[in-house]
T-cell receptor, first 115, second 116 residues
Framework: EPEVTQTPSHQVTQMGQEVILRCVPI?????FYWYRQILGQKVEFLVSFYNNEISEKSEIFDDQFSVERPDGSNFTLKIRSTKLEDSAMYFC?????????????FGPGTRLTVL | AQKVTQAQTEISVVEKEDVTLDCVYE???????LFWYKQPPSGELVFLIRRNSFDEQNEISGRYSWNFQKSTSSFNFTITASQVVDSAVYFC?????????????FGTGTRLAVRP
């Protein structure tokens, strides 16, 4: 069964460093998303992406964040200068969006630890 | 603004008991979509159900059932004859039609522990 994959599973970085989280969405999906979950808290929407453009972003997704689809298979989230409060599990999701608000398939997540 | 409330933080039941997880939502849209996701201890998010605001029929899938009531803005989830494998955090989520990017707004989750 097709699935969303994410690498790395765990990333440790120093405050102020740049990180890139990688995702490979399901191959025929065209809609991509990033969410984050701070430990023990709810899942929060960051951004949605379609046709090489951001469709929607939350207030969390400030100038420190960017997304890119560098090739036909990868979808990345970059944090330019990490802060301690960026420590969280980051989930990538993709959707075929054959219907409005179609099911989003989530990857296993990347745990980001900022020291 | 949209909001999802899951008032039950943790529930503990003994295997084979029935359990209902509550979800109350707020939205100004007349068209919206409701979801339930399961997050087992391994951490991934597993889709369980999607329901649009025009479909108030209750749904049953095996031991799982969902009760959608627009009058009370609730979308409750019942597990019948619970099993240890049902132990997980369950999230209710909402997507509004006005959302250009199908943004999901999640509740804070209910942690379900099923004891043998």
């Amino acid at each position: 069964e097709p699935e969303v994959t994410q690498t790395p599973s765990h990333q440790v970085t120093q405050m102020g460093q740049e990180v890139i989280l990688r995702c490979v969405p399901i191959s025929n999906h065209l809609y991509f998303y990033w969410y984050r979950q701070i430990l023990g808290q709810k899942v929060e929407f960051l951004v949605s992406f379609y046709n090489n453009e951001i469709s929607e972003k939350s207030e969390i997704f400030d100038d420190q964040f960017s997304v890119e689809r560098p090739d036909g298979s990868n979808f990345t989230l970059k944090i330019r200068s990490t802060k301690l409060e960026d420590s969280a599990m980051y989930f990538c999701a993709s959707s075929a969006r054959t219907i409005r608000a179609d099911e989003q398939f989530f990857g296993p997540g990347t745990r980001l630890t900022v020291l | 603004a949209q909001k999802v409330t899951q008032a039950q933080t943790e529930i503990s039941v003994v295997e084979k008991e029935d359990v209902t997880l509550d979800c109350v939502y707020e939205t100004r849209d007349t068209t919206y979509y409701l979801f339930w996701y399961k997050q087992p201890p391994s951490g991934e998010l597993v889709f369980l159900i999607r329901r649009n605001s025009f479909d108030e029929q209750n749904e049953i899938s095996g031991r799982y059932s969902w009760n959608f009531q627009k009058s009370t803005s609730s979308f409750n989830f019942t597990i019948t004859a619970s099993q240890v494998v049902d132990s997980a955090v369950y999230f209710c989520a909402l997507s509004e039609a006005r959302s250009s990017g199908d943004k999901l707004t999640f509740g804070t989750g209910t942690r379900l522990a099923v004891r043998p």
